[in-house]
């Protein structure tokens, strides 16, 4: 009997994850701070969000588990460029 192997399901953005559990960027931190060993700034979880900056990817797995996801199921915005950068 042949396995086939699994494929990731459909990722979804982590905000709109964080908006559909109805929590508070205040409450996903509080959620996430067991996972990851400290409790992350709600700034830093919003500049995810937002694509102003990049996740580790230990914040990104202990994000998931406190959402109760496979870290594979969740995504997160590319950060953004300034526009003087797509100029050459």
Avoid at 13 to 28: G, N, T, V
Avoid at 66 to 82: G, I, K, M, N, R
């Amino acid at each position: 009997m042949s396995s086939t192997p699994s494929r990731p399901g459909p990722q979804v953005p982590i905000r709109a994850l964080r908006l559909a559990y109805q929590l508070s960027i205040d409450e996903l931190c509080d959620r996430i701070e067991p996972h990851l060993g400290k409790r992350p700034h709600g700034d830093t979880i919003r500049n995810v969000e937002l694509g102003h900056r990049k996740a580790s990817p230990a914040l990104m797995a202990a994000w998931a588990k406190a959402l109760t996801l496979h870290p594979l199921d969740v995504f997160q915005p590319e950060p953004a460029t300034s526009p003087g950068a797509l100029a050459s």
